[in-house]
């Protein structure tokens, strides 16, 4: 299976970096998530099937509510997830890097399992090993910051606790 995805990905990822998947996934793939989160109970994720996700729970910064993410996330190699606020190369930050920056305490689900985290930006220092790690993961990544003209906010979601609670 391994082979497969990366075969999978290695096709995919050339096309997720054009503008015309730039400018159409933000419309197709969110609601395309959603209908099969209902459809499968939340099992499966077309995200998922090509790399790492995860459901981000984060506080809104201004509302208040809890918002739920579905995020691409890379593993440091120490425990913790490297999310990247690409938003399909927009030229404005994603709404959940301002949420993370005004509340940081956040919880994660991954493969069913709710854990606890704290978000803290990458430093400006890590920032090259923290890309050059998510484009193992995801070939070409990067190019999403270079074609927003913004730098995209790197964070490290640190587990807190084994489990979280229900929020």
Same mark, same amino acid.
């Given at each position: 299976?391994?082979? $497969?995805?990366?075969?999978?990905?290695?096709?995919?990822?050339?096309?997720?970096?054009?503008?015309?998947?730039?400018? $159409?996934?933000?419309?197709?793939? %969110?609601?395309?998530?959603?209908?099969?989160?209902? $459809?499968?109970?939340?099992?499966?994720?077309?995200?998922?099937?090509?790399? %790492?996700?995860?459901?981000? !729970? !984060?506080?809104?910064?201004?509302?208040?509510?809890?918002?739920?993410?579905?995020?691409?996330?890379?593993?440091?190699?120490?425990?913790?997830?490297?999310?990247?606020?690409? !938003?399909?190369?927009?030229?404005?930050?994603?709404?959940?890097?301002?949420?993370?920056?005004?509340? %940081?305490?956040?919880?994660?689900?991954?493969?069913?399992?709710?854990?606890?985290?704290?978000?803290?930006?990458?430093?400006?220092?890590?920032?090259?090993?923290?890309?050059?790690?998510?484009?193992?993961?995801?070939?070409?990544?990067?190019?999403?910051?270079?074609? !927003?003209?913004?730098?995209?906010?790197?964070?490290?979601?640190?587990?807190?606790?084994?489990?979280? %609670?229900?929020?």
């Amino acid at each position: 299976m391994p082979r $497969i995805v990366n075969a999978v990905r290695t096709l995919a990822a050339p096309v997720s970096r054009t503008r015309t998947f730039r400018r $159409i996934g933000p419309r197709i793939l %969110p609601p395309l998530e959603r209908a099969l989160k209902r $459809i499968t109970g939340g099992k499966v994720q077309v995200s998922g099937l090509l790399v %790492p996700t995860l459901v981000l !729970s !984060s506080v809104g910064a201004r509302s208040g509510r809890v918002r739920d993410t579905v995020l691409m996330y890379t593993p440091d190699g120490r425990g913790r997830a490297i999310v990247a606020g690409t !938003s399909f190369a927009r030229e404005r930050h994603p709404a959940w890097t301002y949420n993370l920056m005004a509340n %940081p305490d956040a919880v994660i689900t991954v493969r069913k399992r709710r854990l606890a985290v704290r978000a803290t930006p990458v430093a400006d220092a890590d920032r090259d090993s923290a890309w050059q790690r998510i484009e193992r993961q995801w070939p070409g990544y990067r190019s999403y910051e270079r074609a !927003s003209g913004r730098e995209v906010r790197l964070f490290l979601l640190q587990p807190v606790r084994e489990e979280a %609670p229900d929020r």
